[in-house]
C-alpha cells in the first residue's frame, strides 16, 4: 500500500458530538500542528462533516469523513469508527437517526433520576445552557450526552470539576447511571460499507476483554465485517499499543491511530496528531487505497 506522508490523525471530535472546537476550527488546529490528513469521527453524528470538508479544502488537507459509533456489548464500550465515508446511505442516515433518539432519552432520564435525588437540575435548564450553537457550531439537542451533563452540573457549582460529576453521577456504577442502547455491529458495519467507507474498531481495550480472551473475541469482530483495528490510542500505554499492532497483523486487520482528540478544555493530556506515548502519528496509518483522497 501507498501511505501519505507526514503526521496524521484518525480520531478527532468537534463541537457537533461532544469535542470543544467547531469543525472549521478544528481543521485550522490540525493545519497548525502540522497535519496532512484529518478524520472528523463525531459520536453518531454526521452533522460536522460538510463544514469540516469545507475548511479542509481551503487548508490544504486530506480530509477523510468519519464517525464513532456506539455499538450494543456486554462489557466495556464499543465503538466503531466509520471512515472515509464517500456517499452517506438510507441505512446510515436511519442508523444516526435512531441513535439520537436514544441519546435524547437517556438525557432525560438521567436529569430526572438527578432532580428525583434533590439536585435543582431540569432537562429543560440543561438544554437551554448546552443546546444554543457554540464557536460556530450548533449543540442539537440530539448530540448532547453526559459530558454536556457533567459540563451543566460544573456550571450549576454542584460539582467542582467534570470529572466529580463523571465519578458521583455519570459513570457506570454510580445510581443515576442509564445505560446506553447501541447499534447492533452488523446493522453499524452494514452502514458504514454501504457509505463507502471502511469500519474500524476503536480503542479495543475498551472491550474490557482480557489478553487471554482477546483474539478470539477480535476473531468474532472481524467475521462481523470490522476491517480495521486502532491499535494506538492514547487511553492506552505504549506496550500494549505495540502489542495490538501485532496481533491486529497477524489477524489481517488494517491498524489506524488516533489521537480521540477533544479539546484542551475537555481532555488536555490528548493532542491532535498524538497518540499513547506521546507519539506522533505518522504515516504508516494513512492508506490511499482504503481512505482515498475526496
Known amino acids: 500500500m501507498r501511505y501519505i506522508k507526514n503526521m496524521v ?10 469535542g470543544e472546537k467547531s469543525p472549521a476550527e478544528l481543521v485550522l488546529a490540525a493545519k497548525e500542528a502540522g497535519l496532512c490528513v484529518l478524520a472528523l469521527t463525531d459520536h453518531d453524528t454526521l452533522d460536522g462533516l460538510d463544514q469540516a470538508s469545507e475548511a479542509a479544502k481551503k487548508a490544504g488537507i486530506v480530509f477523510a469523513p468519519g ?3 456506539n455499538i450494543q456489548w456486554p462489557t466495556g464500550e464499543f465503538h466503531l469508527l466509520g471512515l472515509g465515508l464517500k456517499e452517506i446511505s438510507p441505512s446510515m442516515k436511519n442508523l444516526v437517526r435512531s441513535l439520537k433518539e436514544r441519546r435524547v432519552g437517556r438525557n432525560k432520564k438521567i436529569l430526572a433520576a438527578l432532580a428525583n435525588d434533590g439536585l435543582d437540575v431540569s432537562y429543560e435548564e440543561f438544554l437551554a445552557r448546552e443546546g444554543p450553537a457554540q464557536n460556530g457550531a450548533a449543540h442539537s439537542e440530539d448530540t448532547l450526552g453526559r459530558p ?3 459540563a451543566y452540573l460544573l456550571e450549576k457549582k454542584i460539582v467542582r470539576t467534570r470529572q466529580k460529576a463523571f465519578d458521583k453521577y455519570l459513570a457506570k456504577g454510580t445510581p443515576f447511571y442509564v445505560d446506553f442502547e447501541g447499534a447492533d455491529l452488523s446493522e453499524a458495519v452494514k452502514a458504514v460499507l454501504e457509505s463507502g467507507g471502511q469500519p474500524v474498531l476503536a480503542h ?28 494506538w490510542h492514547p487511553g492506552a500505554k505504549e506496550g500494549e499499543c505495540r502489542r495490538l499492532e501485532r496481533l491486529a497483523r497477524e489477524m489481517g486487520f488494517f491498524v489506524t491511530a488516533g489521537s480521540d482528540f477533544h479539546g484542551p478544555n475537555v481532555r488536555a493530556d490528548r493532542k491532535l496528531g498524538k497518540t499513547a506515548g506521546g507519539y506522533k502519528i505518522d504515516d504508516r496509518f494513512y492508506y490511499e487505497e482504503l481512505l482515498p483522497r475526496l
Do not use: C, F, N, R
Open 204 to 231: 479495543p481495550l475498551s472491550l474490557y476483554v482480557g489478553w487471554g480472551k482477546i483474539q478470539g473475541v477480535l476473531e468474532g469482530i472481524k467475521a462481523a465485517g470490522v476491517a480495521g483495528l486502532e491499535a
Open 9 to 18: 490523525d484518525l480520531h478527532t471530535h468537534s463541537t457537533a458530538s461532544d
Open 67 to 69: 464517525i464513532e459509533l
Open 148 to 150: 454536556h451533563i457533567a
